[in-house]
């Protein structure tokens, strides 16, 4: 299939890669030029801005996958296409986009006839080799129309057992990839996903912190151990129950530096979290963990332990992210479009 992708950091160009391998035709369009040619020279179609993009765009149904940062770039790319597209084109945001913006969006194109998809992504700076998993939302003719690019995005069956009571259910799921419900499903899957995360997270910060002070001088001297973190990360990820990609990002950062000494500690939240307690207030659903796990990483700003160098090394594993270099509060106000690339 052709797809338009806007949006080329740290996801967008890889998914991009992706889909070419698949066979996929890409044209593409980011605001850094270097961005749009090292995606050239691995084949794609460079556009020069978002008209380009959609001009280039020559299917019976064109199809534009944003990978932008949530908020105001997004809701800003949102509405210049719905200016741009016809009846029966699709746009997919495969951003962290709030579910009840995705709502108001779906509405707001309806009326244009054009279709929007809300794709929650997950996978980080590893999906071009590992996949992504996806979860969708979005109105069933449009998802069933673009399922060929899911699936060459998702990680696939791979080695991981099959569920045995499964008999009959949908088979797209153990490829990675859910249609999850209409607009605003897929986010508010994802958004629970993230939430869950930040608790995990936190679990195996906090663990390790534990294990690093237990040569602690307020402990009697008998009972304390020097403990070696890499070993035990490493020996918790064959056969433990609490075994995860979490717990094998953690091994490499403390195999690499047992100190996690390039790491401050200083923990940021891209919004999800936030919306996900939010959503449970909503509910009147008790969600002590996933709230802790959020207001950790506010208190992570003001001073730091060991289990937030924990979060900060698990985070630049998998998303790539900086410490510092990202906005603390993820409700940004509104900008002039930018068409800056996503980030996790």
């Avoid at 509405?107 to 998993?133: H, N």
Wanted: net charge negative; with cysteine.
């Amino acid at each position: 299939m052709q797809i338009g992708m806007i949006g080329l950091g740290k996801m967008g160009a890889n998914m991009s890669r992706r889909l070419m391998r698949a066979g996929h035709d890409c044209v593409v369009f980011d605001s850094s030029a270097k961005a749009r040619e090292a995606l050239v020279t691995d084949g794609a179609t460079e556009a020069g801005s978002v008209d380009d993009l959609v001009k280039k765009l020559t299917g019976h149904t064109r199809i534009i996958w944003l990978m932008l940062p949530a908020g105001a770039v997004t809701e800003a790319m949102v509405s210049e296409l719905g200016d741009l597209l016809a009846k029966g084109d699709i746009i997919i945001d495969g951003g962290n986009s709030f579910y009840k913006d995705d709502i108001r969006r779906a509405k707001e194109l309806l009326e244009k006839a054009v279709r929007y998809v809300d794709c929650g992504t997950s996978g980080g700076v590893w999906g071009i080799d590992r996949g992504y998993c996806m979860m969708i939302g979005g109105p069933k003719d449009a998802v069933e129309e673009i399922d060929p690019i899911f699936k060459a995005l998702a990680p696939g069956l791979g080695d991981i057992p099959r569920t045995a009571t499964r008999n009959g259910a949908d088979p797209r799921v153990e490829q990675g990839y859910l249609h999850a419900g209409p607009a605003g499903a897929g986010h508010f899957v994802k958004m629970i996903h993230n939430g869950i995360e930040y608790g995990m997270m936190q679990a195996y910060g906090e663990g390790f912190d534990i294990l690093s002070n237990k040569t602690s001088s307020d402990l009697p001297e008998t009972e304390r151990f020097t403990l070696n973190l890499a070993d035990i990360a490493e020996v918790w990820r064959r056969g433990s129950v609490i075994s995860s990609w979490l717990l094998d990002l953690s091994a490499a950062a403390l195999a690499k530096d047992p100190t996690l000494s390039k790491f401050s500690g200083y923990v940021q939240d891209s919004g999800e979290s936030r919306w996900t307690v939010q959503a449970a207030i909503e509910e009147a659903v008790p969600a002590e963990v996933l709230a802790t796990a959020l207001f950790a990483r506010f208190r992570s700003r003001k001073d730091h332990t060991f289990a937030e160098k924990m979060l900060s090394a698990m985070r630049f594993g998998f998303g790539g992210h900086l410490e510092g270099q990202e906005s603390i509060d993820p409700a940004k106000k509104p900008v002039p479009p930018a068409h800056r690339a996503a980030g996790e």
